[in-house]
């Protein structure tokens, strides 16, 4: 079982920053990938960014040049900062974590709006 919780979450205007935050917790030494995702209202969960345990990231094409997913290895924690936001990144922010299985946490609102 891994156990995952985010932070970081708020409203922002357009054009500003936040920085999300990921703490895993359990069995963390199977994780292999860990990463965002995100669900606007009325549409499907969709993937933001992934980072491998090796470092290996992975952008969604929207979002690339503005989002930076890093990783924190010895506190078992994922970051992601947003740059440029926009209204449209305007979503709940889930962590995900495999192992052979698939964790989420609960989610974090992220509001872009002026």
């Known amino acids: 079982q891994v156990q995952l919780v985010e932070s970081g979450g708020g409203l922002v205007q357009p054009g500003g920053s936040l920085r999300l935050s990921c703490a895993a917790s359990?069995?963390?030494?199977?994780?292999?990938?860990m990463g965002w995702y995100r669900q606007a209202p009325g549409k499907e969960r969709d993937l933001v960014a992934t980072?491998?345990?090796?470092?290996?990231?992975n952008y969604v094409d929207s979002v690339k040049g503005r989002f930076i997913i890093s990783r924190d290895g010895a506190k078992a924690t994922v970051y992601l900062d947003m740059h440029s936001l926009k209204p449209d990144d305007t979503a709940v922010y889930f962590c995900?974590?495999?192992?052979?299985?698939?964790?989420w946490g609960q989610g974090t609102q992220v509001t872009v709006s002026s």
């Open positions: 995900n974590a495999k192992t052979t299985y698939m964790y």
């Open positions: 980072i491998t345990r090796f470092g290996i990231t």
């Open positions: 359990g069995n963390i030494f199977n994780i292999n990938v």
